[in-house]
């Protein structure tokens, strides 16, 4: 059985930080990408960053780019988010899952869904 466990959201308050992580077993991370995309309240889904395991291309959404530093751990089957400068309006669940990276897009591939961790950044 595939599944990516999300973990690490909490209380922050604006400008602190925070770091996820991405747990995916049963998935064979062999030049896959994985990212992370958030869904916050009346807005649409958003993915803001993506990762390739074989050759470590990068994706982040200009939302993010610059605060947020995703990183992969192949042996491990673990994908992180280092976020930092954290704004209100950055909070939303946070997800991980399977992506297509190509060039400057990343997209989901809807292949599998985590439960997401909840993220709030307090003013």
């Known amino acids: 059985e595939v599944q990516f466990v999300e973990s690490g959201g909490g209380l922050v308050q604006t400008g602190g930080s925070l770091r996820l992580s991405c747990a995916a077993s049963g998935f064979n991370f062999d030049d896959r990408a994985i990212g992370w995309y958030r869904q916050a309240p009346g807005k649409e889904r958003e993915v803001f960053s993506c990762?390739?395991?074989?050759?470590?291309?990068?994706y982040y959404s200009d939302s993010v780019r610059g605060r947020f530093i995703i990183s992969i751990d192949d042996a491990k089957n673990m994908v992180y988010l280092q976020m930092n400068r954290l704004k209100t309006e950055d909070t939303a669940v946070y997800y991980c899952a399977p992506v297509v990276l190509v060039g400057t897009m990343c997209g989901l591939t809807r292949e599998y869904w985590g439960q997401g961790t909840q993220v709030t950044v307090s003013s």
């Open positions: 990762i390739s395991s074989g050759d470590g291309r990068i």
